[in-house]
């Protein structure tokens, strides 16, 4: 999805290091968890954690991360799937917690079906990370105004609302990176319009669980 210099930066601004353990939520096609499992080494961990609330996907997404986590190499890494609420029961402490394009989704009937809440997971987030451990989220940025509106319709959401949302559960706010920002991006259409699919504005936010 990134070149090669966007993605160094993603994980230096992640401060995902050698030895980390790492949770990747929702972790689609297991891109990030391969990265990670890269650069924690044999001495980290990177937990491939699929949401119940979408595990019942066609492409079988729990299977999926099950058979990366056998490659070659990937002994580091450990397939999970639980409710997202319940999250903290199912990893180890973390010193990162990585959410790629899927904090909007929060605000969806698909995932709150369960009883999963903004709140209620970085509640969960907060309990599962180590003191000065890294809350990452990137997303598509919605409209200024628009808040959590368009996350059901178009999939973004207002980064404002966001580190709002984030700050509520204890959490400080790091650090902001714009190497994803677009701004030729309307923020009006569907982050899967052919017109502006892979090249939607977004936004980089690290938050910190205080020491």
Request: hydrophobic share 40%; aromatic share 10%.
């Amino acid at each position: 999805m990134y070149d090669q210099s966007k993605l160094s930066e993603l994980i230096r601004f992640a401060r995902v290091d050698a030895g980390a353990t790492v949770i990747d939520v929702y972790p689609g096609d297991g891109d990030w968890t391969r990265l990670f499992s890269d650069v924690v080494g044999p001495e980290g961990r990177v937990y491939s954690f699929v949401p119940a609330e979408v595990a019942h996907f066609k492409n079988d997404p729990v299977g999926r991360m099950r058979t990366l986590a056998k490659e070659p190499g990937r002994k580091n890494v450990e397939a999970v799937s639980a409710d997202l609420v319940a999250m903290p029961q199912a990893t180890q402490p973390a010193d990162v917690l990585w959410l790629h394009l899927f904090y909007h989704d929060l605000h969806t009937a698909l995932i709150q079906a369960k009883g999963a809440t903004a709140e209620q997971f970085n509640r969960a987030v907060y309990e599962r990370l180590k003191p000065g451990g890294s809350y990452v989220i990137v997303d598509h940025a919605a409209a200024v105004g628009a808040g959590t509106s368009d996350a059901q319709s178009l999939h973004r959401i207002e980064p404002a609302s966001v580190r709002e949302e984030v700050e509520a559960a204890g959490f400080l706010m790091d650090a902001e990176s714009t190497i994803l920002a677009n701004k030729d991006d309307p923020h009006s259409i569907k982050v899967f319009d052919p017109s502006i699919k892979g090249e939607t504005d977004r936004f980089a936010y690290r938050f910190m669980k205080p020491r």
